[in-house]
Nanobody, 126 residues
C-alpha cells in the first residue's frame, strides 16, 4: 500500500517561510498524481498545489507566486516550499496521491485522491 507521511509544519510569523515534506512509499514516482491540500477549522479541505503524471504543476490562485511544489532528487519525497506566509494560510496540510491520470482541472479536487497522509499543522501569526 501507498504510505504518505508529512513533516515540516510549525508556527511562523507572517512573511516567514516553511517547507513541508511528504515521504512517500509503496508506489512508483511518475505513475501517481500527487498534491498538497489544507483544511482550516470550520472550512472545507482545499487543494493547494499538485503535480500530474506528466510533471505539470497547478496551484490555487491564493498561493501562486508564494508556494512551490516539487519532488526531491530521490523522487521519494514531495516538498511544498511556502514563502511570504499569511495568517490565512493557517491550516492542517495534507499530502495526497492517486494512481489515476487526471485532467488538470481535477488535480486540486480532494475527492479525486485515494491515498492521504495524516496531516501537519501550519500556524501563521500576524
Amino acid at each position: 500500500d501507498v504510505e504518505l507521511v508529512e513533516s515540516g509544519g510549525g508556527s511562523v510569523q507572517a512573511g516567514g517561510s516553511l517547507r513541508l515534506s511528504c515521504a512517500a512509499s509503496g508506489y512508483t514516482y511518475g505513475s501517481y498524481a500527487m498534491a498538497w491540500f489544507r483544511q482550516a477549522p470550520g472550512k472545507e479541505r482545499e487543494g493547494v498545489a499538485a503535480i500530474g503524471h506528466d510533471g505539470s504543476t497547478t496551484y490555487v490562485d491564493s498561493v501562486k507566486g508564494r508556494f512551490t511544489i516539487s519532488p526531491d532528487n530521490t523522487k521519494t519525497t514531495l516538498n511544498l516550499r511556502m514563502n511570504s506566509l499569511k495568517p490565512e494560510d493557517t491550516a492542517i496540510y495534507f499530502c495526497a496521491a492517486d494512481p489515476r491520470s487526471f485532467e488538470k482541472w481535477q488535480l486540486l479536487r480532494p475527492l479525486a485522491y485515494v491515498y492521504w497522509g495524516q496531516g501537519t499543522q501550519v500556524t501563521v501569526s500576524s
